[in-house]
C-alpha cells in the first residue's frame, strides 16, 4: 500500500550506539516495508562527533558528513522519529542536530509519526510532547497517533515487539504515516 515512492526517514534520535532506539527503527522499517513503503534509517550515531562546532552557526554548510544527512532529510517530506526519554525529554543530541539544520524550510509542511520509548512507564510520552512543540513552531505536521512504548525492554525480544498493543499501534501508525 505504498502511496509514495519518496522514501520516509526514519530517525533514531539518539547516538547511544547499539541503542534501543535502532533496534525499534529496524523493526518500523520492516513494517513500511511489508506495507511496500521505501524507506531509509538516519541514525544519529553517524553524526559527525564535532558537529556541535564543525557545522552550526558560522559554520553551516562546511561539514562535509552533517551536509550528507542534511540533504537526505531535504529529499523527503515524510519521517517517523524512535524517541527515547532522555532525563525527562528527548535526547539532547536530535535537538543539536535538529538545530544544525537551515531554518525555517528544513521541516516546513513535511510530515511526522512519533514513537517514543522508555525504560519507565510512560513511553517518552513527555519527551514526544516537547519533540511535538518544536516541530509546530518549525511548521512540520504530526500525526495524532503517538505510540509510546513503556518499559520496552520487558517487549521486545531479537527483533519481536512481544506486546500485542504495541504491535498493533505501530501497524495503525505506519499505515497511517503513508496516508498523512
Do not use: C
Not at 46 to 66: I, Q, R
Not at 134 to 154: H, P
Amino acid at each position: 500500500m505504498s502511496i509514495s515512492s519518496q522514501p520516509i526517514v526514519i530517525i533514531v534520535g539518539t547516538n547511544r550506539p547499539n541503542s534501543m532506539s535502532r533496534k525499534i527503527a529496524e523493526y518500523y522499517q520492516n513494517l513500511l516495508s511489508k506495507l511496500n513503503a521505501p524507506s531509509l534509517i538516519l541514525d544519529l550515531v553517524n553524526l559527525p562527533h564535532d558537529f556541535t562546532v564543525s557545522a552550526m552557526y558560522e559554520n553551516s554548510g562546511k561539514n562535509e558528513g552533517f551536509n550528507g544527512l542534511r540533504a537526505l532529510l531535504e529529499k523527503t517530506d515524510k519521517f517517523v522519529f524512535i524517541v527515547p526519554e532522555y532525563n525527562g525529554s528527548y535526547p539532547g543530541v536530535l535537538k543539536a542536530f535538529i538545530d544544525g539544520l537551515p531554518y525555517p524550510n528544513s521541516f516546513t509542511n513535511k510530515k511526522a509519526a512519533l514513537v517514543g520509548l522508555s525504560s519507565n512507564t510512560q513511553g517518552a510520552t513527555i519527551a514526544m510532547s516537547h519533540l511535538n512543540d518544536v516541530f509546530s513552531y518549525l511548521g512540520m505536521n504530526t500525526l495524532a497517533l503517538r505510540v509510546k512504548l513503556a518499559q520496552i525492554r520487558n517487549h521486545y525480544t531479537e527483533g519481536v515487539i512481544t506486546n500485542a498493543l504495541y504491535n498493533e499501534l505501530l501497524e495503525m501508525q505506519a499505515e497511517q504515516i503513508l496516508r498523512f
